[in-house]
């Protein structure tokens, strides 16, 4: 390998065992004691040669019985920058400040940190000064996010706050070499081919799926962190985990309750239905009453449903619906090969309504849009999703409130729950 350094902090795959002279590049068995070294579950499945392969991590590459797992440990070399990079004007709020020096005080003095700010509250923008600390003592960073569409958001945002550094982005959708970035940003699933390369890292949205209670992903999360690493959360919803971790002093907490603008969250209104909101291609008339109020009133829809298979249906009917004729709709779901543009789409206002599922439930930021949740009582939707979907509404400033429509046949635990979990938080 002529040049490892772009490499520096990762770890690959190999079915070599000479295959350089680098001494910074190490190398062990990819399974071991029947588990895999890179995601860290118990490996189970042959090939029809006999040998045993990996399959929960098999996206990023097989791994097999006799494969090795190549690291470079190289230290990466950093110039250390003034201010950090950072070229962001803003400012933040009392509260929001409050938070940011304890994210810098607590990155000095390597502690870990849970932030549970609500939704909306501005934790992109408190991360600023502690990223900034980082790159200016010449040190690694990483932003991790369970989604690509947060992945997309976040990386304008950082590029815009940090336009001297160069920033990497990496997620399964966009594939491009890897370099030695100073600061990171991608999806929890390309932590695995990291290891011991960051002296940050920060995981957003950590309550949301797939990196919740997934223990590969706990896994590669704790090997791309440097052994003096730091690690930041991020949250509107904690999870049982770290909230335990914090009553056993594991872990610091830092709380907002407040929006940047310091405006509440939206309390969700309920409406209960007796009869189908679907029935042969036609919508409910009361949900399609409350579907035009909305655009009437001059903002966007998010139109959340529980399956993906329900999307089509709905966007048929809505088009083929003369009260709608001059509204654009779209449908948008996880393995849709439009999904961005589409997203990008409603972000700009080129379209009025979108159907979409659980995919945009969190990390996404639209400044004028109202929500209205079909199936509120669907299994899918958890209290803590519930919680993120109302989220969406009342982002903007200017724009500090709305409508949450949560629509159900049945009144459920989790419904009740997400507004209880509203309500105290707007206390």
């Known amino acids: ?85 950072l070229t962001w004007h803003g400012s933040l709020t009392k509260r929001q400040s409050a938070v940011s020096c304890e994210l810098v005080k607590n990155f000095n003095q390597r502690a870990d940190t849970l932030v549970h700010a609500v939704t909306g509250a501005g934790k992109t923008e408190m991360l600023f000064a502690a990223i900034a600390e980082c790159i200016a003592q010449g040190k690694r960073s990483c932003i991790a996010t369970p989604r690509i569409d947060v992945v997309n958001e976040l990386y304008p945002r950082f590029k815009a706050a940090f336009n001297t550094i160069k920033i990497g982005k990496y ?15 991608c999806t929890t699933h390309q932590l695995m081919k990291f290891y011991h390369a960051f002296d940050l890292l920060v995981i957003d949205e950590v309550d949301s799926f797939p ?12 090997n791309a962190v440097k052994e003096d690493g730091v690690r930041t959360y991020l949250t509107a919803t904690p999870t049982n985990d770290l909230l335990e971790k914090v009553k056993k002093k594991q872990l610091k907490i830092l709380r907002l309750n407040r929006r940047f603008h310091g405006g509440l969250l939206p309390v969700p209104r309920e409406l209960f239905f007796n009869r189908p909101f679907l029935l042969k291609q036609k919508i409910n008339p009361r949900l399609l009453k409350e579907i035009n109020a909305v655009i009437k009133s001059g903002h966007q829809l998010l139109l959340f449903v529980p399956r993906v298979e329900q999307i089509p249906i709905y966007v048929s009917a809505l088009k083929n619906n003369a009260q709608f004729s001059s509204v654009i709709v779209e449908g948008v779901h996880a393995m849709d090969k439009n999904r961005l543009a589409k997203v990008e789409n409603f972000r700009q206002g080129k379209s009025q309504l979108l159907v979409t599922t659980t995919i945009l439930e969190r990390g996404v930021t639209f400044k004028h849009v109202w929500v209205i949740v079909v199936q509120a009582d669907d299994e899918i939707y958890t209290s803590a999703s519930l919680v993120q979907i109302a989220g969406r509404v009342g982002r903007a400033k200017d724009d500090a409130d709305g409508l949450v429509l949560f629509c159900y ?18 206390k």
């Open 1 to 85: 390998m002529e040049n490892s350094s772009c490499l520096t902090g990762r770890q690959w795959i190999s079915s070599q065992e000479d295959f350089s002279t680098n001494e910074a590049l190490t190398k062990i068995s990819a399974i071991q004691q029947s588990h895999c070294m890179r995601c860290g579950t118990r490996v189970y499945a042959k090939l029809p040669n006999g040998k045993f392969y990996c399959r929960d991590c098999i996206e990023l590459g097989r791994i097999v019985e006799g494969d090795l797992l190549v690291r470079n440990l190289e230290l990466a070399e950093f110039s250390r920058m003034k201010n950090g990079g």
């Open 409 to 426: 046949h049945k009144y459920t635990k989790n419904i009740r729950n997400a507004l209880k979990q509203i309500r105290e938080m707007n």
């Open 171 to 185: 997620h399964g959708k966009e594939h491009h070499e890897p370099r030695l970035d100073q600061l990171t940003i």
């Open 211 to 222: 990196y919740v209670e997934n223990t590969q992903l706990h896994f590669a999360a704790k």
